[in-house]
């Protein structure tokens, strides 16, 4: 079954912290990968996405992601967190083109200023 | 320009009532997907069309759910004979297509007491 595991459900850290959220997924095939971030109070926005090439992508507000397709993950980092980027994260994997998106059950970051 | 809108944004009804929840994509997407998001959890995939048609509702989870969409734009998500359980945010999301990024709207909450 396809399914994305995110292993920290509540992360708190200091403002200039460095981050990582886990994600894994359960696929075999060909897959498309994101993480959406929802503000307080927002919709879920895009942060960046992985479809092919680079696995080393890059999105808004320096954020970054490595997919390492051998170990079915596509970790999220920032060096230095600030205050603003307190938000739930969240994983999605898109098995093939199907359109169709598998979320994890996401990530509250709360960063201190 | 403008995104992508759901209407109500908060719905409560009472168990046992029908429900309809509007979504508004963004224009000229083809591609509208609903997700049913419940406290503390990613988004959960409901339906996904292309241009009129559902090209999957596998994640309908019972007959009690139904999705239109007949001149493929706004989209209407049903309810009949609503349940307890059925209380979460239901999201909207559009695209240009397969594979590409999806754009979320504020999601609808419907409450069902």
């Known amino acids: 079954a396809q399914s994305v595991s995110q292993h920290n459900h509540h992360v708190i850290l200091s403002e200039a912290a460095s981050l990582e959220l886990g994600c894994n997924y359960s696929?075999?095939?060909?897959?498309?990968l994101f993480w959406y971030v929802q503000y307080p109070g927002q919709h879920l926005q895009l942060l960046l996405k992985y479809f092919s090439g680079d696995p080393l992508v890059k999105g808004i507000k320096g954020f970054e992601a490595e997919f390492i397709k051998s170990k079915f993950s596509f970790n999220l980092r920032k060096p230095s967190v600030q205050w603003s980027d307190t938000a739930e994260y969240f994983c999605a994997l898109e098995p093939g083109n199907t359109g169709k998106l598998i979320f994890g059950q996401g990530t509250t970051l709360q960063v201190k200023p | 320009g403008a995104g992508v809108s759901q209407t109500p944004s908060n719905k409560v009804t009472e168990k046992g009532k029908y429900v309809e929840l509007r979504c508004d994509p963004i224009?000229?997407?083809?591609?509208l997907y609903w997700y049913r998001q419940s406290l503390g959890q990613g988004p959960e995939f409901l339906i996904y069309f292309q241009g009129t048609g559902a090209a999957d509702d596998s994640g309908l989870p019972n007959d009690r759910f139904f999705a239109v969409r007949p001149e493929g734009s706004v989209s209407t998500l049903k309810i009949q004979r609503t349940e307890r359980g059925d209380s979460a945010v239901y999201l909207c999301a559009s695209s240009d297509g397969t594979g590409n990024e999806q754009y979320f709207g504020p999601g609808t909450r419907l409450t069902v007491t």
């Open positions: 696929y075999g095939g060909t897959v498309n």
């Open positions: 224009s000229g997407h083809t591609a």
